[in-house]
């Protein structure tokens, strides 16, 4: 599916399109050049899709929706899906190694995404046979029951940080419900949704039933989720452009998911077990470099502990060392120029602001200087109205602030427009209890965390976190839609 093109002097592999189980180019044969986030260096380039490649992505899945995919029995989905699952592991290596070049994050990461990837499609192939409707109690000499359907054509817009994972998570509930679908993954990440496309056809997918069509947010993005062919959109990405979408989805009065961002809490009490807690916390924020929507962005402390968790973090974050993907550091470079910029400019006004940097990593010595690197940074006490307490850094930046009692925890916790995860460390089991339930995020996580994990557990924020729900069962009712059948039989 990559061709070697000329380009100026160097060939660039060319990846193109998906669409309708062909590798094609973009209409008006534009490109946009792929970087690697760790030298900053042009290494391939993907196909600049406008509306008119988007037009094709939607009518080629509208046709497989409406033939050989919409068409397969249930059990058969589920093969094929599992089937695709393993292709993906018998190709991990390659996979891991395209992703991490292409997103910079360290190749340790690229193979645990390549697996997790792969479990999304092995998870939903087994669920494909197992979702169902059901026989309803109603009038006498009436049979009732429900239906449960596929949408038809799904969109899925995904962003740049785990995009092999976001394929299978969005894509691979959509396939398992029978909707053919059309993925826009973000236009600095693009590489390993388009590989696994290809090789769900390999396995023997229908034509049509799994398009990708790349380019950027403003042009395929949009034409996208404006698209009147479709039947259903999942989004994930930023606040500000889950906004844009759901009002283009409006106009055609479909349904939308919303995955945005999160400035998820982790909240220690001085009970809880700081050894156990300690690398957990350190984890959360630097895990792919702080991209992660469910990064633990804020460590809420108890005053009695403070000082002892403060202590434990600087250790660890003055050995952290941000490195090239392969060099396989604590983390890898930053998306894009862009995203260091903005990570940077958060660290510089936190500064300004005069809040303490308690600790900072590295950058490695090898790192070549036209990478996107971010040293990790480790702020406190950091004032609860300050924007480093409340808005997502998407980078590798940790602020702690401590609260007095559990009512000063909860109000901490709460505090963010966002609700996507929470952590409690503390080892009282009523009060592991009253915080699961006051705390308001969609997913809640005692004495663990998991940033970004569980393709088993149902996954979505509150407020500007987003709405709806992706991952385990859940997913698949969004992806589906119950029809009532009424029969008189008297
Ligand atoms: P983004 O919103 O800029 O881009 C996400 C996707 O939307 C990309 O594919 C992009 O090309 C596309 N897009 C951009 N403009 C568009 C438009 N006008 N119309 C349609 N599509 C458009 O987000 P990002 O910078 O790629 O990702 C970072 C954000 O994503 C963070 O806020 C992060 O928290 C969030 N995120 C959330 C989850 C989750 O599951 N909740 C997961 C990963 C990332």
């Known amino acids: 599916m990559t061709a070697a093109i000329q380009n100026g002097a160097a060939k660039l592999a060319t990846f193109a399109h998906l669409i309708d189980g062909r590798s094609v180019s973009a209409r008006d044969g534009q490109t946009i050049p792929v970087l690697a986030p760790s030298d900053g260096k042009v290494f391939a380039e993907i196909a600049r899709g406008t509306a008119a490649d988007v037009d094709a992505a939607v009518a080629a899945a509208r046709a497989s929706f ?16 599992a089937r695709l699952a393993q292709a993906i592991l018998d190709n991990a290596e390659d996979l891991a190694a395209l992703e991490s070049r292409d997103t910079g994050k360290p190749l340790r990461q ?91 056809l390999e396995v023997g997918f229908p034509p049509g039933a799994f398009n990708v069509v790349t380019g950027y947010g403003e042009e395929a993005g949009a034409a996208l989720a404006a698209h009147p062919g479709i039947d259903f959109l999942s989004f994930t990405g930023s606040p500000e452009v889950g906004a844009l979408v759901q009002k283009a989805a409006a106009d055609n009065h479909i349904a939308v998911t919303l995955e945005l961002g999160g400035k998820s809490p982790q909240l220690v009490f001085a009970d809880a077990d700081l050894d156990a807690a300690l690398p957990i916390l350190v984890n959360a924020i630097v895990q792919n470099g702080g991209q992660t929507c469910s990064a633990g962005s804020r460590v809420l402390v108890e005053q009695p502990v403070y000082d002892a968790v403060v202590e434990g973090l600087q250790e660890r974050f003055a050995g952290l060392v941000a490195a090239p993907y392969d060099a396989d550091g604590d983390l890898g470079a930053l998306i894009n120029a862009r995203q260091r910029d903005r990570v940077a400019g958060f660290i510089a006004r936190a500064r300004e602001d005069g809040i303490p940097a308690l600790a900072e990593g590295r950058i490695a010595d090898n790192a070549p200087s036209g990478g996107f690197y971010v040293a990790p940074v480790l702020f406190g006490p950091v004032p609860q109205a300050n924007r480093l307490a409340r808005d997502e850094v998407f980078g590798p930046v940790l602020s702690i602030l401590p609260f007095a009692d559990e009512a000063d925890a909860i109000s901490l916790a709460n505090g963010t427009e966002y609700g996507l995860v929470a952590g409690i460390w503390t080892r009282d089991g ?30 979505g924020g509150f407020g500007k976190s987003g709405h709806g729900r992706e991952k385990g069962f859940e997913a698949l009712y969004e992806f589906s839609a119950p029809k009532t059948v009424v029969v008189k039989h008297g």
């Not at 409406?66 to 899906?81: I, N, P, V």
């Open 66 to 81: 409406d033939g050989a995919w919409g068409r397969m029995e249930a059990a058969e989905r589920g093969r094929l899906l």
């Open 430 to 459: 009523a009060r592991q209890m009253r915080l699961a339930r006051a705390v308001r995020a969609g997913q809640v996580f005692v004495n663990c965390y998991g940033a970004g994990g569980g393709i088993e557990l149902p996954f």
């Open 110 to 200: 690229g193979r645990a995404d390549i697996a997790a990837a792969a479990r999304y499609f092995e998870f939903y192939g087994g669920a494909c046979d197992k979702i169902h409707g059901d026989t309803l109690p109603f009038l006498a000499g009436h049979l009732a029951l429900t239906l449960r359907e596929a949408h038809g054509v799904t969109g899925h817009v995904i962003p740049w940080n785990y995009p092999a994972q976001m394929t299978g998570r969005s894509a691979g509930g959509a396939l398992a419900m029978g909707n053919a679908v059309v993925v826009k993954p973000a236009e600095d990440a693009c590489l390993t949704p388009l590989r696994i496309a290809a090789l769900a």
